[in-house]
């Protein structure tokens, strides 16, 4: 242990991001992300491609990780890697590349949940949120409402039966002809819209958990109705469009986090995964905060798309705990809480 301090190397290779950090003491010295351009030609993440990609860059990316937070090698701890959830391909690049790692400088590997990570971005900054901590994470592939016990005792409590609430804004993106990824190009534009100039279906499931198949075909039959009428309609309405769907995704998630925090009566809520970064949604956490007395929890943008820090902040923590994987360790595409 260099200097009595822990330092973590992570790797982040889940999707379309090559991430690395340095994380010393749960203290991130590092973070870097190489976002692969080349999905954007097809309108999506083109699996084979994207663990190809992973392949050019894990090593500069780590490279230039450790060179920033100005570690050596030999000072490693442990390298911990995202086991799952995500596509295969790219998993086993960064399973493969923190493996090879590990072995060489004879260090513990630490296998790291995605989902449990986004959580435990809010970890990263001060001030930290308290337990129990109530969090709804939100990005490409899941829609959660988790319930944090302890930095490593988490509950799911409700979850999307079908599509995440990500994925409802990327294809609503694509259906408005917007680029990949359409997250952030919706809530760009949403801006100059009017978020109730036009309503959709709001799905009320069980208990906490949400359903955004609906407000996808609901946008579709709407967008072809319209376009009938004025082929131009959504040349012509674009921000209307953009913020009147932002509104129905954010009055959906709000809905639940309001009832889990009323049910349970937890005060420290927080917002976590790629969607967290919507202007919306951080302005209705925020709203919605003060009306009900929450201390709210909201993690710096870098934080909340995907990235290794949030690898490290919780392989530091199970390094605390001794969790170490074993070298057969593989990754899976889905994967329950680990
Ligand atoms: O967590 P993340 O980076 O990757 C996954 O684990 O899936 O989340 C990616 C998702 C994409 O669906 C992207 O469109 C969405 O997060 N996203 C946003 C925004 N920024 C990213 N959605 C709405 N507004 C944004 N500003
Ligand atoms: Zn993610």
Redesign the pocket.
């Known amino acids: 242990m260099a200097n009595g301090k822990v330092n973590i190397l992570a790797i982040e290779s ?2 379309d ?1 090559t991430s690395a950090a340095i994380v010393q003491d749960g203290v991130v010295l590092s973070n870097l992300i190489a976002t692969q351009k080349v999905h954007e030609l097809y309108g999506g993440v083109v699996p084979e491609m994207a663990s190809r990609a992973h392949m050019q860059k894990i090593v500069p990316v780590v490279d230039v990780a450790l060179k920033q937070a100005g570690i050596d090698k030999q000072d490693i701890n442990a390298v911990a890697f995202t086991q799952a959830p ?1 596509l295969i391909g790219s998993l086993l690049v960064g399973a493969c590349f923190a493996k090879s790692f590990a072995q060489a400088l004879n260090v513990p590997l630490i296998s790291v949940h ?1 989902m449990q990570a ?1 959580v435990l971005a809010h970890f990263i900054d001060e001030p930290k949120p308290q337990f129990p901590f109530l969090c709804l994470t ?5 829609t959660q409402v988790v319930l944090c016990k302890s930095h490593l005792d988490m509950q799911v409590l409700g979850e999307t039966i079908d599509d ?1 609430a ?2 409802a ?2 294809k609503v993106a694509k259906m408005l002809g917007l680029p990949y ?4 190009m ?2 760009k534009l949403a801006k100059e819209g009017n978020p109730t100039r036009f309503s959709f279906p709001l799905s009320d499931m069980q208990g906490f958990d949400f359903s955004f198949s609906g407000l996808k075909t609901a946008v579709l039959y709407f967008l072809q109705n319209e376009k009938k009428k004025d082929a131009d309609f959504v040349a012509n309405n674009l921000n209307d469009i953009c913020a009147s769907v ?1 509104h129905t995704i954010i009055t959906m998630l709000m809905k639940k986090l309001k009832k889990a925090a009323r049910e349970l009566n937890i005060n420290h809520i927080g917002i976590a ?3 967290s ?3 919306g ?1 951080r302005a209705a956490l925020a709203e919605t905060g003060k009306q009900m007395g929450w201390q709210v929890h909201i993690p710096k943008f870098e934080y ?3 990235n290794a820090a949030m690898i490290g902040i919780t392989g530091y923590y199970k390094y605390l705990q001794g969790q170490f994987a074993d070298l057969s360790a593989s990754p899976t595409a889905r994967a329950a809480w680990i």
């Open positions: 889940s999707c991001d995500g995605h986004h939100v990005s490409g592939g899941h995440a990500g994925e804004f990327d990824p359409g997250g952030p919706v809530d932002q995964g790629g969607v970064a919507n202007s949604l909340c798309t995907d």
